[in-house]
Nanobody, 115 residues
Framework: QVQLVESGGGLVQAGGSLRLSCAAS????????MGWYRQAPGKQRELVAV???????NYADTVKGRFTISRDNAKNTVYLQMNSLKPEDTAVYYC?????????WGQGTQVTVSS
C-alpha cells in the first residue's frame, strides 16, 4: 500500500502564495506520475498539475504561469508552489500518485483564497 500525506493548505489573501507538499510512504516502488487535483464546492474534481518521475510536468491552463509542480524522488515528495492566488483557486487539493496503473489519493488539504 501507498500512503500519501498532504500539508501546506490554509487561508491566504488574493495575490498571495502557498506551498503544498505531499509525502508518499509504504510501497513506493514503481510510482510513476504524481500530481495534484482540486475540487471546489459543487464542482467536479479537476487536474491542477502532474509530474512524471523524470520531471516532465503538465498544468491546467487555469494555473499555468502561476503554479509550479516539483518532485524530490529521494524524499518521495511532490510539491505545488502556488503564486498569485485567486479566489477561484479555493478548493480542496488532493495529491495523487500513480503506481502500476492505479491512482492512489491523499485525504486532501483545504486551500481558501479570500478576495
Amino acid at each position: 500500500q501507498v500512503q500519501l500525506v498532504e500539508s501546506g493548505g490554509g487561508l491566504v489573501q488574493a495575490g498571495g502564495s502557498l506551498r503544498l507538499s505531499c509525502a508518499a510512504s509504504g510501497s513506493i516502488d514503481r510510482i510513476n506520475g504524481m500530481g495534484w487535483y482540486r475540487q471546489a464546492p459543487g464542482k467536479q474534481r479537476e487536474l491542477v498539475a502532474v509530474i512524471t518521475n523524470v520531471g516532465r510536468a503538465n498544468y491546467a491552463d487555469t494555473v499555468k504561469g502561476r503554479f509550479t509542480i516539483s518532485r524530490d524522488n529521494a524524499k518521495n515528495t511532490v510539491y505545488l508552489q502556488m503564486n498569485s492566488l485567486k479566489p477561484e483557486d479555493t478548493a480542496v487539493y488532493y495529491c495523487v500518485a500513480q503506481r502500476i496503473g492505479v491512482d492512489i489519493w491523499g485525504q486532501g488539504t483545504q486551500v481558501t483564497v479570500s478576495s
